[in-house]
């Protein structure tokens, strides 16, 4: 089962390096992970995307929470919450294709950042789903470059992770 794992973490070189390596040791994958200081300049948010049974996803934030850089952990995943991931695709556009493609990007609610008289580069914004069931959207061979900002997410309602 796919979680998403939020943390705060102390704002400190090597910090990421310890948790990827916490995650390469033990032999379990991270699908995205995503880094920023929050209004507190001594602490980042760090949000990892991963998968496994609960057991799995047990051990992960066990050792998580050993870790001296990490303050306050949550599994997003156990309650409800926001997740948002940003997506940049560049799609190549010739002809009838073109016109199709500013459809669907405007059925998607998403935004065409550049024009190029072959090429156009939409921003699609919104969960990890959506973003796939875009994808799935296109012409495969009209797909030129995807680049994906990896999920975030904070909780519903006053839930908040703080310290």
Same mark, same amino acid.
């Given at each position: 089962? &796919?979680?998403?794992?939020?943390?705060?973490?102390?704002?400190?070189?090597?910090?990421?390096?310890?948790?990827?390596?916490? *995650?390469?040791? %033990?032999? *379990?994958?991270?699908? @995205?992970? !995503?880094?920023? $200081? !929050?209004?507190? $300049?001594?602490?980042? %948010?760090? #949000?990892?995307? !991963? &998968?496994?049974?609960?057991?799995?996803?047990?051990?992960? #934030?066990?050792?998580?929470? +050993?870790?001296?850089?990490?303050?306050?952990?949550?599994?997003?995943?156990?309650?409800? *919450?926001?997740e948002r991931e940003l997506m940049l695709v560049k799609i190549q556009a010739i002809g009838e294709a073109r016109d199709e493609i500013m459809r669907l990007a405007d059925i998607f609610? @998403?935004?065409?950042?550049?024009?190029? $008289?072959?090429?156009?580069?939409?921003?699609?914004?919104?969960? @990890? +789903?959506?973003?796939?069931? *875009?994808?799935?959207?296109?012409?495969?061979?009209?797909?030129?470059?995807?680049?994906?900002?990896?999920? #975030?997410?904070?909780?519903?309602?006053? +839930?908040?992770?703080?310290?």
């Amino acid at each position: 089962m &796919r979680h998403i794992i939020s943390l705060l973490m102390e704002n400190e070189a090597g910090a990421l390096s310890r948790v990827a390596g916490l *995650f390469s040791a %033990r032999n *379990f994958n991270i699908e @995205s992970l !995503t880094v920023a $200081p !929050t209004h507190d $300049p001594t602490l980042s %948010r760090m #949000t990892i995307v !991963t &998968r496994g049974n609960d057991r799995v996803i047990e051990q992960i #934030t066990k050792q998580l929470n +050993k870790l001296i850089d990490v303050v306050k952990l949550v599994d997003l995943t156990d309650s409800s *919450f926001l997740e948002r991931e940003l997506m940049l695709v560049k799609i190549q556009a010739i002809g009838e294709a073109r016109d199709e493609i500013m459809r669907l990007a405007d059925i998607f609610r @998403s935004e065409i950042l550049d024009v190029s $008289p072959t090429t156009l580069v939409v921003e699609v914004t919104g969960a @990890s +789903k959506k973003l796939d069931a *875009f994808l799935a959207a296109l012409k495969k061979d009209s797909v030129l470059e995807v680049v994906r900002s990896g999920a #975030t997410g904070v909780a519903r309602g006053d +839930k908040a992770l703080s310290i």
